[in-house]
């Protein structure tokens, strides 16, 4: 798969941040678009631009108990998954069970229609690393019985799974580690920084930033993350390869920028660390650039300037 244009391709997980994104893409490419997605921590209104685009589908259907798709598929994209702390908390089980069963499905149906899988991994596979920035030869430091365990243990089983699938059953597998990425379509209650301290900000309330706010974050805006995503689906790349922005900031310096972006007077208050919150987190994008030609474009206040002004164009 060289090109997109005239390809079929599902998109797991479509109705979510990202997965509604990556199928907006896929449809300016000239693909047909099967979005499947239980809704669960997806919206429709994030999907409901494209719903009389004969190229587009929407079939409400969760990927963890059944998943079939008539017709010939040329990709199988996996995105469903809780992906904020506060809903894969939440919703530990059904977490798990996406990275495991929905995987599982996921992948039996790219074997059976004889088509490329992508798997959408994370940056959380690394856990709390030792190793920084992190390349995709670290094996990580993660809490497997923690709380946060349930996201990240589901996606290193992923991880796992799609490789048994590639040399066990020849399945043409694409597997990305995306990094922190934000932009337009994040529920503003979702618990992760950017949401939130936008959300703070706008209503005049202090910034709750966790421990004394040291921490980094390096952050990607959404439209570079998906630049990222279609190069390496269309590439010759198997992966693991590491996608986000390489900028690193802490989330004091972050809740600052956002106040400034938001011309807010807000204050910046600070509460307890979250269990196994990770120190560090920043990707080594060498592969991605080497092999992608891919690197960010948009740095953080352009990035937070379109967040907001896309996100007040649908107030």
Known sequence: MKALNGARVVVTGGAGFLGSHLCDRLLAE?????????????????????????????????????????????????????????????????????????????????????????????????????????????????????????????????????????????????????FNTYGPRMRMDDGRAVPTFIAQARAGEPLTVHGDGSQTRSLCYVDDLIDGLIALLISDQIGPINLGGSDEVTVNALAYVVIAVCGSTSLIVHTDRPVDDPEVRRPDTTLAAAHLDWKTTIDLTEGLERTLDRTLARA
């Open 30 to 178: 000239g693909a047909d678009v099967v979005c499947l997605d239980n809704l669960v921590t997806g919206y429709e209104q994030n999907i409901a631009h494209q719903r009389l685009n004969e190229h587009f589908s929407f079939v409400q259907q969760d990927v963890s108990e059944y998943l079939s798709v008539l017709g010939e598929v040329d990709a199988v994209l996996h995105f469903a998954s809780p992906a904020s702390p506060i809903d894969y908390l939440k919703l530990p089980i059904q977490t798990l069970k996406v990275g495991a069963l929905g995987t599982h499905n996921a992948l039996g149906l790219a074997l059976a229609k004889g088509a490329r899988f992508m798997l959408a991994s994370t940056s959380e596979v690394y856990g709390d690393p030792e190793l920084h920035p992190q390349p995709e030869t670290y094996w990580g430091n993660v809490n497997p019985i923690g709380p946060r365990g349930v996201y990240d243990e589901a996606k290193r089983f992923a991880e796992a799974l799609t490789f048994a699938y590639h040399r066990a059953r020849g399945v043409d597998i694409r597997v990305a580690r995306i």
